[in-house]
């Protein structure tokens, strides 16, 4: 059986739009797989992927930047991931950026954030390797929220312990609550507390006033702050100093003079022992006096005779003249 002319251009209508979707369905695939276009390869090593698969997205702040080319377990706690994004924004990419794995959404699929560093670098070259931030797991929060509550639990188990024996009298704590008596004598010696409290402020009030008159110069201990009172004081010292070792020196003598005289010594000895000396110095002391009386009996002689009466008058008028002047 033929088939019609309408046939024909139908069939060839559907290879068309056949062919062309499929073309545009590669493009835009190859498009999102950053493969038509200029990309650059990076890489970044993590310890957990958290379920990255190849193909999916790659941001740079937000922005998509390319995709997840390959996956490679190195070792038992690190994964390559290596990454191709688009030279536009890879120039924006600077060494010190830190790539993390998120999920697009609260349930969407995961992705790499790349986030900028804090300070300046050169840009990404191909085949570098970025650093990586692991964030926590939703394994982790349920681990350390299952932990948690186990302790939460046993928490509340000795709490409700405490709190039984507490309301049974048992323990101080208990004691305190349930004995009214206890209680009395515990409030009466914050009482006193805060009597003996009061007075110690008052105490330590007036000790505050008594150190700060001190330095009062109408005080002694202020006087004594004074330089110049403190050099005299010194000078007075010294003074002192040098008396003492004069009298030291006197009486070192004075003690050196007895020793003498008990020993015999000195002519203060010679003069109290020896008898007949002291009668000779009394009678030569005695013919002193009479030999003094004879001359001024003489003296007074010569004043009288004619020859020497004027040399006595003029002394005498010499005499006169001094003492009006």
Do not use: C, W
């Not at 009288?304 to 004027?310: D, S």
């Amino acid at each position: 059986m033929e088939k019609t002319t309408n046939q024909k251009i139908q069939l060839g209508l559907f290879v068309i739009v056949g062919l062309a979707l499929f073309i545009t369905a590669i493009y835009f695939i190859g498009n999102k797989q950053s493969m038509f276009g200029k990309t650059t390869q990076i890489n970044a090593v993590f310890n957990n992927v958290n379920g990255l698969q190849i193909g999916n997205n790659v941001r740079y702040s937000g922005i998509n930047a390319g995709t997840v080319r390959e996956i490679q377990m190195i070792n038992d706690t690190m994964i390559r991931v290596t990454m191709v994004i688009e030279d536009k924004i890879v120039s924006h990419i600077k060494k010190n950026a830190i790539a993390t794995i998120t999920s697009d959404g609260l349930v969407g699929n995961m992705i790499i954030n790349i986030i900028p560093g804090k300070e300046e670098a050169l840009p990404v070259q191909f085949n570098d390797e970025i650093s990586t931030y692991s964030r926590i797991r939703t394994d982790d929060i349920l681990e350390t929220l299952n932990v948690t509550n186990e302790n939460a639990a046993l928490l509340t188990a000795d709490l409700l312990k405490i709190t039984k024996e507490i309301t049974q009298g048992k323990g101080t704590v208990g004691l305190l609550i349930n004995d009214t008596v206890m209680g009395n004598e515990l409030r009466q010696t914050m009482h006193y507390l805060k009597i003996t409290t009061k007075g110690t402020s008052e105490s330590v009030k007036n000790l505050n006033k008594m150190i700060v008159s001190l330095d009062d110069r109408n005080n002694v201990i202020g006087v004594l702050k004074d330089t110049a009172v403190a050099g005299n004081i010194k000078r007075i010292v010294h003074r002192l100093d040098q008396s003492g070792q004069e009298m030291e020196k006197v009486i070192t003598n004075l003690n050196s003079t007895i020793t003498n005289l008990k020993e015999g010594k000195g002519a203060i000895n010679y003069l109290s022992n020896d008898p007949k000396l002291v009668q000779q110095i009394d009678s030569t002391m005695t013919n002193l006096n009479k030999a003094s009386i004879k001359l001024n009996e003489d003296l007074e002689a010569l004043k009288h005779n004619f020859l020497l009466r004027g040399y006595f008058k003029k002394l005498e008028k010499e005499k006169e003249k001094a003492k009006k002047k």
